[in-house]
């Protein structure tokens, strides 16, 4: 929930329903995701085998990042993919310009 939520108790209520018991079952049931609840890694894992080092993973798994502008980076990379899933234009004209994007972020 935003910091300036004009509905804090209302983002509340929906955070505590999204992330209990009954919708995590729903996720587990669906495969639409991993359960955020421990209580139900057995579930998912019996449902859906082929899953079971992503939901074991967690005990161990780290975030990582690319060093620094990363995110802006990842921006300049996501916009060159949609450009050509879009038909804007071709791989290698969206890359070359997402290169020399991300070039000039690097001193």
Not at 7 to 33: D, M, N, R
Not at 50 to 69: C, F, I, S
Not at 95 to 105: F, G, K, P, S
Request: aromatic residues 10%; proline residues 6%.
């Amino acid at each position: 929930m935003g910091q300036n939520s004009a509905h804090k108790e209302e983002a509340f209520k929906l955070i505590e329903f999204l992330t209990g018991p009954e919708a995590q079952h729903i996720t587990v049931e669906g495969g639409l995701a991993l359960p955020s609840r421990m209580s139900l890694a057995e579930d998912f894992i019996e449902k859906y085998p082929e899953r079971k080092a992503w939901v074991l993973g967690g005990d161990y798994a780290r975030p990582y990042t690319l060093g620094p502008n990363f995110g802006r980076k990842n921006q300049i990379f996501d916009n060159a993919v949609e450009a050509v899933f879009l038909g804007q234009k071709t791989a290698e004209e969206a890359l070359t310009e997402a290169q020399q994007e991300i070039d000039a972020l690097n001193p």
